[in-house]
């Protein structure tokens, strides 16, 4: 009963059949960091199905909104459709602002032989009130409720999850983060290249989907855009004895062969094999549909990360299971900025812009361990900058015009005086270098690299077409101008380029042609989904040119 | 066996003979001048010294052309992907897909980087391969008590002058087709390649670790995949991939990744080009079906050495770190960039460090501290010998039971890991084979500083290191420097380091004090994960190996 992998022949098909189905589901949308704001929230926990990329339906619990309770407030503002229903994997996502006084109200709606269950927020000063007393906090029974007010005494991302019987309810799908936002965002954050990129977002009618423009009250946490990952797993056993049990004790009716009937849920959380491997309650490539896809009523929040060049990109990372996974970025470094909440200082002062500060000491990781309960904020940013070729395909003597831009350096070397340019933040010592030894399309030849015939390629379904970042590069690069005209070096316009850009249909030639990276889990076993490949923690983020229009509504 | 080896010789018929008759499908690339490195400035063939930060001026083209103080020079290096049999540790053969070196065979054997100038990669070997090479031309000796012959050739493995290439004489006709190919004009080298050289050295030729790179930062690689195919998995068609992990601000044409990428068919060559990132211990593997790919074997390891290297000896080496603040690329002013790992060290001067006589660092510390007189890296791994057998033998793999069984550093378990030279294995073409090139002996001089770059590739759990005896000083993690944005060294002691697949550290091993760690003593690296120091059923072995103070 088990799928496989066959070989890669057969998955690559899958995964393209997989792609097709998803595109041909919905419209083409991208991440934030999207949640429920404070400071008051009614919760409850409810059982529920998840939904599952081989076609499992695997039973669930998780925490939701309390639909007798007035209809929460979504956030970001900008999103299209938000809903919180009563139960989701992860929980909702609580945003609240530093020195708010946070309530959280909880209504156990799990079925009564799952018992008590509870809330825990590590990193609070928690006060307890009502419910049953509990082993690590006050419980609330089946069907009664407990409340939860605590300080959000300090800015960051932090897990909560389940205080009760934490090796099956958590497991089960209890878990959920809480952000908390800065009292006060320093005046750079507000100023300088965050306004340049405010000002190239307003110039391509992009929305600004932050939560805040810093992720603490300190100058070096500024940001231009923001993502929440949550890594969890789960062995199906666990999920399919627990359906049994509760299924069986809600049914037992006494008889001669079987006295008495069980009263408590008696599931084994050993030996661990688990199956799936999720972000954000969801695998791959489901993690990368839209936030609140109609087809995931119990799984909003997606995994699909864009960014442009030069954006600050705050990741917020958790891990909910309890294994940790290695989370291997693609395309850059992340310096982590803090743990728990708990900015990672060092004990000398530096002069960022505006403001003197202790300096950030957090690590550069390429590979970003995940940990158990335990969450961490980074800074990725991708920029082109040591490539030693030009990612945008300039060329001086083409008749586009967007081939012809300038580059101007600021102090750093990057292209930022002109935020409405498709090449703002361009690396400029690149400028205009070429990669290929011979001319390819619109691109200058006279560079290092030949390029084979690409009849030996094989391109994959985010491949953006050719070498060359957004699609004006694209276009010029495999064969067609943007305008339609036939070209001077490749007169095969309609034809392909540099290597052929079919089967391309993630991330299209002609209207993103990004470049996409493999966000994973580095343990690569985990990026499967109950044995097949690809699947399980796995998402491809993508640094788009100035020109795409990066859309977070959902 | 035998009827083995003929299905074997049947597919090699079958499969690669329709290769052969598309030949320029199998190419290299070594340039000896380019924009970056132009030989009228420098020979591209040795590093220059590091003196000061290069100039640029904008050319005719309108791009930037250095004009002097050119840095770095250009580096080649050619592998096969392919597959491969290894033995474990307690004496299984294991099958493994894998690359192996189709350049710098003879340094690969000596357990050193594959990477060559271009004047070693572009020369032409003077005989004819022959299959399983370079051992069989190695173990070829005869006699009751054989004398190795010596293999010494590290050139791009099946280079020869290109008869298309342009006639040069047009009196004498085509001059490409010469008796001494080394003695060929430089215009008949176009990176065409003679198929059968490479199908000879390159199937079954599968190296565990992958074959090992080492660039210097400034550096051009030129990094050739060529896919000779999978003789004993001929069903597959399967494509490679090279991903350098950890590259920053990667390109994703040059990611190999192939669902964002393009990826190499059978029976084609494709040259990844990368300028050297910031110096590090980083890594690389084959990016196709990773949970299958890494686990049974594609992943070897790369490493990229300071600037602060090239600095002469006694001068200045935070003068040096402040000549790099010149150029933009290789500064680090931790107000503008949040990614940059090594500002100024705090609180030092010009007259802190000089460069040492003797030895090299592993980044640019600007202060010594990261200085080491020898290096090893040392690759963690783990193979699931039944995984192995199911993709050997057309079965259909299971992922979420994979459980290794051997525990590999180097792709050795102990005690092959102690063993000098490479170990050679027989492959299912009759011949024998440098599948395990790498020990991991650590050899101190005593009094010296070791440094070890760690890397751990395992698919399926995390690893610990630990070091029974002299204290591991971590001084890098994931490719950077521990230094805090002021300019404060991070560095720490341990007695173990836990890595999960796919990241890296650099330790040093500081053997100085020689009445602690006095010549001629042994100390050990060590697995506490106890039930890893195994060799399947042996409950003896594993992830060991042996630290000598010489």
Known sequence: MKAMKMNTTISKTRLLLLLVLALLLTATTHAAAPGITGPIFNLTAQAAFISQPDGAAVYSWGYGCDLSAPQPVFAPQLTATPFCYAMQVPGPTLIVHENDVVTVKLLNGLPAAAGNTSILFPGFNVNATGGVAGLLTQEAAPGGTVTYTFTASSPGTRAYYSGTQGDLQVEMGLYGAIIVLPASVPANCTSGLHAANLAAEAHWSESDFRLAPAAYDHPDTCYDREYLFQFSEMDPKIHTAALAQITDIATCVPTQSRLTCPTTLEVPTEPYQPAYFLINGRSMPDDMDPNYAAQYPHQPYNGNPHMHPGELTLIRVIGQGRWQHPFHEHGNHVRILARDGNLILSGSTITYPGAAAQALAGRLEFTTDTTPGQAFDGIFYWSGKGLNWDPYGHHPGSSDASAKLSCTPDANGYNTAAPTAINFWEWCQDHNKPMQVAPFGDVAGGGPATLPDANILTNGAWYGGSPYLGPNATLRATGCMPSGATQTNAPNCGATGSTPPSGTIANPPSSEAGFAFMWHSHNEREITTNNIFPGGMLMMMLVDSREFVIDESN | ?550
């Open chain 2, 1 to 550: 066996m035998k009827k083995l080896y003929q299905a074997v010789l049947f597919l090699l018929l079958c499969c690669l003979a329709p290769l052969v008759a598309n030949a320029q499908s199998f190419r290299v690339q070594c340039p000896t001048s380019t924009i970056t490195h132009p030989s009228s400035l420098h020979d591209n063939n040795s590093e220059p010294a590091y003196t000061a930060p290069t100039t640029f001026t904008t050319g005719s083209a309108g791009y930037l052309t250095p004009t002097a103080n050119v840095n770095g020079a250009i580096k080649c290096q050619q592998i096969g992907g392919g597959d491969g049999l290894s033995t474990m540790g307690d004496g299984t053969q294991i099958y493994m897909f894998s690359f192996g070196p189709l350049s710098g065979l003879a340094d690969i054997a000596n357990g050193l980087p594959g990477t060559e100038s271009p004047n070693a990669f572009n020369s032409v070997y003077p005989g004819t391969f022959l299959p399983g090479d370079p051992a069989t031309t190695v173990n070829a000796g005869s006699g009751p008590n054989p004398v190795p012959i010596a293999f010494t050739y590290n050139g791009a493995v099946g280079l020869v002058p290109d008869p298309n290439a342009l006639p040069i004489d047009p009196v004498t006709g085509n001059p490409c087709v010469v008796s001494n190919p080394n003695s060929a004009p430089a215009g008949c080298f176009t990176g065409h390649v003679d198929p059968r050289a490479i199908i000879d050295v390159g199937v079954m030729n599968g190296n565990i670790p992958a074959p090992l790179v080492a660039i210097d930062e400034d550096d051009e690689l030129f990094y050739t995949l060529t896919n000779v195919g999978m003789i004993m998995r001929p069903d597959l068609f399967e494509q490679h991939t090279v991903h350098f992990h950890g590259y920053p601000n990667a390109s994703t044409f040059y990611d190999g990744v192939p669902d964002a990428s393009v990826a190499i068919n059978i029976g084609g060559s494709f040259t990844y080009y990368y300028l050297a990132p910031d110096a590090g211990t980083y890594f690389w593997h084959c990016h196709i079906t990773p949970p299958e790919h890494l686990q049974m074997g594609m992943v070897g390891q790369l490493y990229v050495r300071p600037r602060q290297n090239r600095v002469p000896a006694g001068a200045s080496l935070y003068d040096a770190l402040v000549a790099q603040q010149g150029d933009n690329r290789t500064k680090c002013d931790s107000t503008q960039d949040i990614l940059c790992s090594n500002p100024l060290p705090f609180g030092a001067s010009a007259a802190s460090a000089p460069r040492a006589a003797t030895g090299n660092y592993a980044y640019n510390d600007g202060d010594g501290s990261t200085h080491y007189d020898v290096e090893y890296p040392l690759q963690i791994h783990g193979f699931d010998p039944n995984f192995h057998f199911v993709g050997m033998t057309f079965n259909p793999e299971e992922f979420s039971d994979m459980k290794d069984k051997y525990f590999l550093l180097n792709g050795r378990s102990y005690p092959d890991t102690v063993t000098p030279g490479p170990l050679a294995t027989q492959a299912t073409d009759g011949k024998m084979h440098f599948a395990q090139p790498l020990p991991s002996i650590i050899n101190i001089p005593a009094g010296g500083r070791a440094l070890l770059r760690i890397s751990d590739l395992d698919v399926t759990e995390y690893q610990t290191l630990a070091s029974l005896g002299i204290p591991m000083t971590v001084i890098g993690f994931n490719a950077k420097l521990l230094r805090d944005q002021a300019g404060n060294n991070l560095y720490f002691n341990t007695n173990s380091v836990t890595l999960g697949g796919g990241e890296s550290l650099d330790v040093i091993l500081d053997a100085s004090d020689t009445t602690k760690y006095p010549s001629g003593s042994v100390f050990y690296l060590y697995t506490p994960n106890l039930d890893h120091l195994s060799n399947d059923a042996e409950n003896f072995g594993g992830l060991m190996t042996e630290v000598h103070i010489n």
